[in-house]
Structure formats: C-alpha cells, structure tokens
C-alpha cells in the first residue's frame, strides 16, 4: 500500500500530511485522472469594499469544480490549497468582479505586484489588488468609489491570491 500511495503522490495525483490522520488529500491532476468533479470549500463571505467578518469565523460548505476548470494549467498545477469564497459588495466592479460572485482562491506565500488577494485583519477580510510601488505597500480597489488601503506590517495578512472567478465560467 505505501508503495502505491508513493507512486500516486510522485505522479501528483495526491499529496500526503505526514502524522496526521486522514492526511490524504487528492490533487487537480488526481481528479482529473479520476474523470471527477474536485471539491472545494466555501469558506465564506468575503468584501469587495469595506472588510467583512473572517472567513475562520463562518462554516463551510463544499462546491465541486467543473472539469473545464480543471484545464486551467495554474489549478492543474496546483498543489496549494484552494478555496472559494463569495464577493460581498462592489469595489473590484471595473475588472468583473460583481457582488454575489464566487471566486476560487489558492492559498499562497509569495504575492507580487498586480494580484488580486484576499486580505485579512482584525476586522475582516476584502478582496482587492495588491500593489508595491517603491517602498509603499497597499491594496487597490477596482472602483473610483472607494480609497486605497494603506497595509500596516503586521496588521494586513494575506489568506491568498484569486485565481478564478468561478462566476464567469460558462458550464
């Protein structure tokens, strides 16, 4: 069996947590493989203009993503963490961002210049673009109606970068 579950995670069909139990978790490639729809949580609700309550502090439901979406080369290659959350509100309207829509996020570490993340602090979390102009750091809403947000070192944290608006896909 382990010799199976190594040659499944060498493939990236899966990718285990060591110690932990029911630490199997299978990847975009593995769904694929498996000719299934991939499940991913709905963490919750999320700003597109003021923050919202965390995302931690809502429960879940899962969605399974179409088949389609899984040809997307970046899901595809994903072995990150992902997860959908809805818009709730309209300051990222000028790049097709509406309220009411899902959006499949994956979790991340490293974010440049120009993506759109999901940010948190104590007061919730938005979903904006991440701008680094020099030395200033802050996150850009997509509608002349609202203002930048200045990010304060350790008081913004990123829950990660939007990688789909699962809204705009046509099944």
Not at 111 to 135: E, W, Y
């Amino acid at each position: 069996v382990l010799n199976f579950l190594n040659f499944l995670e060498d493939k990236g069909y899966i990718t285990r947590e060591k110690g932990e139990a029911r630490g199997i978790k299978i990847l975009p490639l593995g769904y694929k493989i498996l000719n299934k729809d991939q499940l991913v949580p709905i963490v919750g609700e999320t700003a597109a203009g003021p923050f919202l309550e965390t995302l931690e502090d809502t429960s879940f439901t899962w969605i399974s993503l179409p088949g389609q979406v899984l040809k997307d080369e970046q899901i595809n290659q994903s072995k990150e963490d992902l997860f959908v959350v809805k818009v709730n509100g309209d300051s990222m309207l000028n790049i097709g961002i509406e309220d009411g829509d899902m959006l499949l996020v994956k979790k991340d570490k490293e974010f440049k210049s120009g993506d759109i993340v999901v940010a948190r602090t104590n007061n919730g979390t938005t979903v904006k673009r991440f701008i680094a102009d020099g030395g200033k750091r802050y996150l850009k809403p997509e509608n002349p109606n609202y203002e930048n947000i200045i990010i304060i070192p350790g008081e913004v944290f990123f829950d990660g970068k939007v990688i789909l608006n699962l809204s705009k896909i046509k099944v």
